[in-house]
């Protein structure tokens, strides 16, 4: 992109964070004009540390939040979520995992889910103060540093109570499948009632499990859609990815990736939309 400096420091996840944050990433960026983009849906959390010029929330197609921030945390989205960013952004961004949300924020994932938030209305300590010591750090280690002791301090201390097992099972079972087992299959091996078990689920993630499925396996389509227009020389494979995914057809996740992204297959593979994932270097799936 022209006229764009990016510059981009990624810290691997602390063994005390391992299951609550995927990876914290330090970004800068220098333009000579606004950047807007917009960011599909996906399962990770982004909370946004900002020491730079605010940043404006556009739209939030499936859900609430608009508006100007310095930082803040984006909720489970069922959708993708618009935004503009100034001509000099510098941030920390930690990659919440719907799990993590509870433990480390103190909230159930349902009071976020859908929504934008100001960090400093969830956590008081993440507020002006805060970043004012992320920008006097200086450099990049120190302040990813100084956010990794603050989210172990939460994670160690009374922020929120440890993850429900059913949940974190049902959690488990539904990204290990790539978002394609039966939600009814899962709740028949739990004993328990659709209702409970999916209560219990959307408290604790805020989306139901046949929700949360349905972001799943888009991340992990959208990230086969990605690679193979690179393989395939533009060439987009749509039904190949839809079957590898458990789609009906081509057009079922025709379907499902405008939803999420707001746009169609083809259009999804040129724009090369970020994502948690591009921010963290990593697929969706791999570990």
């Known amino acids: 992109m022209t006229g764009v400096t990016r510059e981009v420091v990624r810290l691997p996840t602390h063994p005390g964070l391992q299951g609550l944050v995927a990876g914290i990433v330090g970004f800068r960026e220098q333009s000579a004009v606004p950047l807007e983009r917009r960011q599909p849906a996906g399962t990770l959390l982004p909370l946004v540390l900002s020491f730079g010029d605010p940043f404006e929330i556009v739209e939030v197609a499936a859900g609430e939040g608009a508006g100007t921030y310095g930082s803040f945390l984006s909720g489970f989205m069922p959708g993708p979520v618009s935004t503009r960013s100034g001509r000099s952004h510098a941030c920390v961004q930690v990659y919440l995992t719907p799990l993590g949300v509870s433990r480390l924020l103190g909230v159930p994932g349902q009071e976020v889910a859908g929504r934008v938030i100001a960090a400093e209305d969830l956590i008081p300590q993440f507020g002006a103060s805060f970043t004012e010591r992320l920008a006097a750090a200086g450099t990049w280690r120190p302040r990813l540093d100084l956010v990794e002791s603050a989210l172990l301090a939460r994670a160690g ?127 969706p799936g791999r570990r």
């Open 157 to 283: 201390g009374s922020a929120g109570d440890p993850a429900d097992p059913l949940v974190s099972w049902l959690w488990d079972r539904i990204t290990e499948s790539g978002g394609q087992v039966r939600i009814r299959d899962l709740v028949a091996e739990t004993g328990w009632s659709h209702r409970y078990v999916t209560t219990c689920f959307q408290r604790a993630v805020g989306l139901t499990p046949k929700a949360a499925a349905g972001v799943v396996r888009f991340e992990r389509a959208a990230a086969d859609i990605s690679t193979s227009s690179i393989h395939r020389l533009g060439t987009l494979p749509v039904a190949e990815v839809a079957a590898r995914h458990g789609y009906a057809d081509q057009s079922h996740l025709t379907r499902d990736v405008v939803r999420y992204a707001g746009e169609p297959p083809a259009a999804l593979a040129a724009s090369r939309r970020p994502t948690a994932h591009t921010a963290l270097g990593t697929r």
